[in-house]
T-cell receptor, first 111, second 113 residues
Framework: GEDVEQSLFLSVREGDSSVINCTYT??????LYWYKQEPGAGLQLLTY?????DMKQDQRLTVLLNKKDKHLSLRIADTQTGDSAIYFC???????????FGSGTRLSIRP | DGGITQSPKYLFRKEGQNVTLSCEQN?????MYWYRQDPGQGLRLIYY???????QKGDIAEGYSVSREKKESFPLTVTSAQKNPTAFYLC????????????FGPGTRLTVL
């Protein structure tokens, strides 16, 4: 079945860029998402990208999509302590309405 | 304020008891979803509903039941048949089942003692 994979942890220094990577398997996905989850809270949609796009930029966030390799990345420029959270990559399943989530990457910021 | 509410935030139950988790939305969304989150894992879909009085099983529906009698409400019952019920439960909704964004509630942490 469909699968979304991402590494579990990432540690970066405050002010540096963070790059969170994700691979997915469903080539028919129309949308790919990045969600953010702060401790003990629900998920918040950060950004999404249509499958016919290669890049999307939104302030400090840059999403890159490589459809050939089924690879999605999220770059956070000038990472701040408030960016500490779990980041979930997700894809919408083919023709259905289901969203498939990765396991989440816990981003920690060191001074 | 529009949004999704889940109550309670924390819930404790004894093993063998059924428990119902509440999820209410005032966003006028048609579709609603229940997910389970375990440490180090992504969200797994339990049940979803695209319209009132209709719902479908997700990937891990065994031991759970839902109802959708009203558009605003989608309660989840964790039954005693669920072998490992302790988890963080998240409810979400979207305008229709193909809408881009799912809006999430704050979650309910269920601990079964």
């Amino acid at each position: 079945g469909e699968d979304v994979e991402q590494s579990l942890f990432l540690s970066v220094r405050e002010g540096d860029s963070s790059v969170i990577n994700c691979t997915y398997t469903d080539s028919s996905s129309t949308y790919l998402y990045w969600y953010k989850q702060e401790p003990g809270a629900g998920l918040q949609l950060l950004t999404y990208i249509f499958s016919n796009m290669d890049m999307k930029q939104d302030q400090r966030l840059t999403v890159l999509l490589n459809k050939k390799d089924k690879h999605l990345s999220l770059r956070i420029a000038d990472t701040q302590t408030g960016d500490s959270a779990i980041y979930f990559c997700a894809e919408i399943e083919g023709s259905a309405s289901k969203i498939i989530f990765g396991s989440g990457t816990r981003l920690s910021i060191r001074p | 304020d529009g949004g999704i509410t889940q109550s309670p935030k924390y819930l404790f139950r004894k093993e063998g008891q059924n428990v119902t988790l509440s999820c209410e939305q005032n966003l006028n969304h048609d579709a609603m979803y229940w997910y389970r989150q375990d440490p180090g894992q992504g969200l797994r879909l339990i049940y979803y509903s695209q319209i009132v009085n209709d719902f479908q099983k997700g990937d891990i529906a065994e031991g759970y039941s839902v109802s959708r009698e009203k558009k605003e409400s989608f309660p989840l019952t964790v039954t005693s048949a669920q072998k490992n019920p302790t988890a963080f439960y998240l409810c979400a909704s979207s305008r229709q089942d193909t809408e881009i964004e799912q809006f999430f509630g704050p979650g309910t942490r269920l601990t079964v003692l």
